[in-house]
């Protein structure tokens, strides 16, 4: 069983691709640098709540998507 920062960066790089846009594209959105997208996609970032509710809100999808495994 994976963690779940480890479906944070899962899930936030699918989402952000469904929607094709760049890690500087949903960084500008969200309000956070590209560096910190980049680094939650890989996972060597844990994403603390704020940022998370950022992301979760430039991508239109709940925070609970992000953290959530796959079904």
């Known amino acids: 069983m ?3 920062v480890a479906h944070v960066g899962k899930n936030l790089r699918l989402l952000r691709q469904r929607q094709a ?5 949903l960084a500008e959105k969200a309000g956070v ?3 910190t ?6 996972n060597e970032r844990q994403p603390n ?3 998370l509710a950022k992301l979760a809100k430039a991508l239109g999808v709940p925070p609970a998507e992000l ?5």
């Open 2 to 4: 994976q963690t779940p």
């Open 49 to 51: 709540m704020s940022t």
């Open 37 to 42: 997208v980049a680094r939650c996609e890989r």
């Open 33 to 35: 640098t590209a560096a």
């Open 67 to 71: 953290i959530e495994e796959e079904k």
């Open 21 to 25: 846009l760049t890690q500087a594209q």
